[in-house]
């Protein structure tokens, strides 16, 4: 048997459905390439090998008694460490929660269960998902399998991290500003942004409810695809589900496949094509541009003129959301409690717990946007930057009167040295310049590999009306269909 590690989820579920491998057999490979490689990268902050073997067992029993399997059955899943877990430890990579075994399982979690996918583990991530590198996890960084001295991009590194490094074919991530697709863009993975409420925030622990998106991270757009379908779709326990089905994106996917995009208009946004990204990044976008064309589609640029203001606008809303979800983390319902030696006042056990358990950029965050929403600035900035947010919306609403989908590359840069931003909050959040708007906007975005840069990877960003997400694995995986995938040097 080949390497099981190097198959994709497509292939992995086709030889478990067929019986040619055992989904036991496919979860210890991948627990042995963890065993072999993590302590190096440190995509996981918790291997559940009881639990997935159990889950893996399980399958191979229902296979057996003849039963019929999902799409994705028998195939290891890697989940970011900020859905909850029944019984397994939820972190969100803050010392605030270690230890935490949450009591119930986030509805991704429940869906990916139920289609008969095997657990991995917890994937590291930056504190609360705040930050573009991983290394704002509480645990320690994570590291790019492409070069171990970069970042693998943030706050969902240990998922992007996990599928660079062959530990895992699939992983969920949770997109904010850019969380899913900046990290699958310098690590070589597809990595996509469900429509806002196609994905459930049940059990997703907040950070900014109105932009916080769950979604399928994978080595190949059909395998994002096949997980989107898994974990996507309506959710009566979030309030913001859109009680819509799902478009189909695994149709969409296979279409792009064959790698014709006659009839398809896509728009190069302006403001993201010139200044403001390394010259190779642009340079492999603009390779890709090409390649589109040469499938059959039709480019033109569109200007987007109140894009250049989502960055700043996301920098007042996401802290202010922050600054009151936060407010939960007290030292008194979940995880750590300091000082609470009988002499203290409940005010100060709170703040010991706060200063212990919150690392340096949520403090950054809740402090931004404690200030925003203050009496006397909260017109001026968090008002400010909601109207913001209504123009870059009807930015996209006209683009979307004269393309079916916006490209843009992903990010402005390659994967960057460790310890290279973080002194400067300012280079770090200009990782998601590219990504922050269809946030701020609602719709779906996916990164999916375009070429290298000094031999990184570079991703290009597809971004697509609200509830069209079938739009842009379409665009995707024809880009795939003439790019390829692309293999980091071995570990
Ligand atoms: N959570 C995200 O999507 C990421 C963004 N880099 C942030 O720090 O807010």
């Not at 030292?331 to 609470?340: E, Q």
Request: net charge negative.
């Amino acid at each position: 048997m080949s390497d099981l590690t190097r198959l994709t989820a497509a292939e992995l579920a086709a030889l478990v459905a067929s019986g040619e491998t055992s989904a036991v057999e496919v979860t210890r490979a991948h627990l042995d390439r963890i065993a072999a490689v993590d302590d190096r990268v440190h995509a996981f902050l918790h291997v559940d090998t009881e639990g997935a073997l159990a889950a893996a067992r399980a399958v191979d029993e229902r296979r057996a008694a003849g039963e019929e399997l999902g799409p994705l059955a028998g195939v290891p899943v890697a989940v970011k460490d900020v859905l909850t877990t029944k019984g397994v430890p939820t972190t969100v990579g803050s010392k605030i929660l270690e230890g935490w075994r949450p009591p119930y399982d986030s509805t991704i979690v429940e869906r990916l269960r139920a289609a008969g996918t095997v657990m991995l583990g917890k994937t590291n991530m930056d504190e609360f998902a705040m930050g573009s590198s991983t290394e704002y996890s509480a645990y320690g960084p994570t590291r790019n399998p492409w070069d171990l001295e970069r970042i693998p991009g943030g706050s969902g590194g240990g998922s992007a991290a996990a599928l660079a490094a062959y530990e895992a074919p699939l992983s969920i991530g949770s997109d904010t500003g850019g969380s899913i697709r900046q990290p699958g863009a310098v690590t070589g993975t597809v990595g996509a942004k469900p429509t806002y409420g196609g994905t459930s925030r049940y059990g997703l622990v907040a950070f900014s409810s109105s932009l916080d998106t769950p979604g399928p991270c994978a080595r190949t757009v059909l395998d994002a695809a096949l997980l989107h379908a898994v974990i996507g779709g309506h959710d009566p326990r979030d309030s913001t589900s859109i009680p819509q089905p799902v478009p189909d994106v695994v149709a969409a996917a296979k279409r792009g496949a064959t790698g014709d995009l006659t009839g398809v208009k896509l728009g190069v946004v302006t403001e993201f094509s010139g200044d403001g990204a390394e010259p190779g990044v642009l340079a492999a976008f603009r390779d890709s541009v090409e390649a589109l064309t040469k499938l059959g589609a039709e480019i033109v640029e569109v200007s987007c003129p109140h894009f250049q203001y989502a960055l700043p606008a996301y920098y007042l809303i996401a802290p202010s959301e922050c600054s009151s979800n936060l407010a939960r983390f007290d030292g008194v319902r979940f995880g750590l409690r300091v000082g609470d030696d009988g002499n203290r006042s409940l005010e100060e056990v709170m703040s010991l717990t706060r200063d212990a358990g919150f690392g340096p950029e949520v403090k950054r965050r809740i402090m931004l946007g404690t200030y925003a929403l203050s009496s006397g600035y909260y017109d001026a900035y968090y008002g400010q930057a909601q109207k913001v947010r209504t123009l870059i919306t009807r930015d996209f609403t006209a683009a979307f009167e004269q393309v079916d989908a916006l490209i843009s590359p992903t990010t402005p840069f390659v994967a960057f040295p460790m310890g290279s931003r973080t002194s400067d909050p300012y280079q770090m959040y200009l990782a998601d310049l590219f990504t922050i708007p269809s946030n701020l906007y609602g719709g779906p975005g996916i990164s999916v590999p375009c070429g290298l840069s000094e031999g990184l990877p570079v991703g290009l960003q597809v971004m697509a009306p609200t509830m069209a997400d079938d739009r842009m694995y379409r665009v995707a995986a024809a880009l795939e269909s003439t790019v390829g995938t692309f293999t980091p040097p071995a570990l």
